[in-house]
T-cell receptor, first 117, second 112 residues
Framework: AQKVTQAQTEISVVEKEDVTLDCVYETRDTTYYLFWYKQPPSGELVFLIRRNSFDEQNEISGRYSWNFQKSTSSFNFTITASQVVDSAVYFCALSEAQETSGSRLTFGEGTQLTVNP | KAGVTQTPRYLIKTRGQQVTLSCSPISGHRSVSWYQQTPGQGLQFLFEYFSETQRNKGNFPGRFSGRQFSNSRSEMNVSTLELGDSALYLC???????????FGPGTRLLVL
């Protein structure tokens, strides 16, 4: 069965600091998809990125970057020069590609990021 | 394009009652999934519908049910509410199976 672990429950940083959110996953599938979502206090989950298991290229989008390493089953998320607006709960999620899985997402426990001014 | 919409946004019910939540997916999306979020259990998958058929179901009791209409809108129903059903219920849509899911704002259900 699939599993996603986010060991960091809460992280607190000062504005402009860099911060990395860790995500470790388990799956028996050779083809799978990894995601990061952001949940601000309003509650809506905002999609940030999707990664396919066969594409280990790291990605950068503005202040956000993602490091995908199949060898360690990790998909870490780094925010550079953090801002107060980055304060939210961040979820890592996994979806398997097998027919019976559909689009079903398995989520980690989430990491509460607080960026202080 | 309008995002996923959910109604109602807030709901208060008492134990034993039933409730129906509604979700309208992004235009063109045919897959709708439902998730329950609680402080204790986190985000848990309830079920997924695609083309009016339930394709996948999470580990929830039969009191939780859903359906999807021909226009892809979906409803979920919880019968005989229990205190533990108090949660944020999130709906997500995707263009197809194994597509990226985009979430709605959620319905906050409080069971007294």
């Amino acid at each position: 069965a699939q599993k996603v672990t986010q060991a960091q429950t809460e992280i607190s940083v000062v504005e402009k600091e860099d911060v990395t959110l860790d995500c470790v996953y388990e799956t028996r599938d050779t083809t799978y998809y990894l995601f990061w979502y952001k949940q601000p206090p309003s509650g809506e989950l905002v999609f940030l990125i999707r990664r396919n298991s066969f594409d280990e290229q790291n990605e950068i989008s503005g202040r956000y970057s993602w490091n995908f390493q199949k060898s360690t089953s990790s998909f870490n998320f780094t925010i550079t020069a953090s801002q107060v607006v980055d304060s939210a709960v961040y979820f890592c999620a996994l979806s398997e590609a097998q027919e019976t899985s559909g689009s079903r997402l398995t989520f980690g426990e989430g990491t509460q990021l607080t960026v202080n001014p | 394009k309008a995002g996923v919409t959910q109604t109602p946004r807030y709901l208060i019910k008492t134990r034993g009652q039933q409730v129906t939540l509604s979700c309208s997916p992004i235009s063109g999306h045919r897959s709708v999934s439902w998730y329950q979020q609680t402080p204790g259990q986190g985000l848990q998958f309830l079920f997924e519908y695609f083309s009016e058929t339930q394709r996948n179901k999470g580990n929830f009791p039969g009191r939780f049910s859903g359906r999807q209409f021909s226009n892809s809108r979906s409803e979920m129903n919880v019968s005989t509410l229990e205190l533990g059903d108090s949660a944020l219920y999130l709906c997500a849509s995707s263009s197809g199976l194994r597509g990226t899911q985009y979430f709605g704002p959620g319905t906050r259900l409080l069971v007294l």
